[in-house]
């Protein structure tokens, strides 16, 4: 066998040329002895695989390094494998417009190790929480029962370190070659270990308490903060809590906040709402009303002499935080007609006797209906 040539020799470069040099002067000679061009030429065909495989080594960094450092007494052999070099199916289209570029990208197992990398399933955990909480707490506590690294064999899966072995089908390396013929070509396609599932290694005697999984379920406290303007169904992402998984990546845990229905407030961002029933004499009177409130201190709510039911009363800057620190809500409070159910006799005397001034005298209804709706139009 001939002795192989130098591959910058081969595409006529020397070797501090640059991409766009190698590429050129490969176009160039590809397109010389291309076999379309020179149909039944031994000669011509083994120089288009002689600039081919020249191509290939050089315009892949990683293998130009190689063959910088080792020429073609590469160690490991040669980089396409122990048939060597097969050549491409080239285009002499391809030779013109570039095309031939990513053949000879995909040629070493996709230019170099992808791990596909195995990762835990993220877990759901719904927490319940009140509003007296979100408004208070910067941070909640919660404990769930959650999959971690198996305590005996600390998420290896094994007995013992001695059972941790490297896989023979793959040697470790989660991976197989394997060589395809394509008609004339030879393809090499990469897959994970069918004996390790990629892993690269097997378990000879695993772990009795995880039954080789690595994981466990167990008791954990895991502390969060509440961003400000929390809000029903808010999810809180723990990184790397969730699923633990041997060899992988663990998934993620997201706490899901669920808010309780407060006894009186309705929430609308920010603000609260609530309704506030009086009987007739307050609304007439005016009066003050006090309630707890989420903040600790009590809300004095101040009813205007004459307030009508359905009108609304607006206390600033007691509602909810905004979000991002912008200051908090406010609390709406809608009046409303406190009809007691049952009256007694001596209640229905007494507001017999108010009718003449409070009730609306029998000639006046019509107006009365018409500046209500006035009012209400307005
Ligand atoms: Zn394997
Ligand atoms: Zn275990």
Known sequence: MAEKRDYYEVLGVGK??????????????????????????????????????????????DQRRQYDMFGHD???????????????????????????ESIFSGM????????????GSDVLLRHTITLEEIYNEAEIEISANLSAA????NGTGAKTANDIQTCSTCGGEGRVVRQARVGPFVQQMVSDCPDCNGQGKTIRNPCSDCRGSGSEKREQK????????????????????????????????????EVEPHAW???????????????????????????????????????PAGAKPSETLVIRGRGMPRRRGRGQGDVTILLKLHVPEKIDKSMRSTLKDMLP????????????VRREAEDRRN
């Open 16 to 61: 501090d040329a640059s991409d766009g040099e190698l590429k050129k002067a490969f176009r160039s000679l590809a397109r010389k002895y291309h076999p379309d061009k020179n149909p039944d030429d031994s000669d011509s065909e083994h120089m288009f695989k002689e600039v081919q495989e020249a191509y290939a080594v050089l315009s892949n960094p």
């Open 108 to 119: 070493f197992g996709g230019g170099g190790r992808t791990n596909r990398g195995r990762r």
């Open 357 to 368: 001034s409070f009730g609306l005298p029998p000639n006046d209804v019509e107006d009365a």
């Open 150 to 153: 198996c305590g005996t064999c």
């Open 222 to 257: 895991l502390r969060m903060s509440i961003p400000q303007g929390a809000e029903d169904g808010l999810r809180l992402r723990q990184r790397g809590k969730g699923e633990y998984i041997l060899n992988g990546q663990p998934g993620d845990l997201y706490i899901q906040l």
């Open 265 to 303: 407030f309705e929430r609308d961002g920010p603000d609260l709402i609530m309704a506030l029933p009086l009987g007739y004499p307050e609304m007439m009177l005016g009066t003050q009303v006090e309630l707890p409130h989420i903040d600790g201190k009590p809300l004095i709510i101040d009813v």
């Open 74 to 100: 590469s160690p490991g052999g040669s980089p396409f494998g122990p048939s060597g070099f097969q050549g491409v199916n080239i285009n002499l289209d391809d030779l013109f417009s570039g095309g031939f």
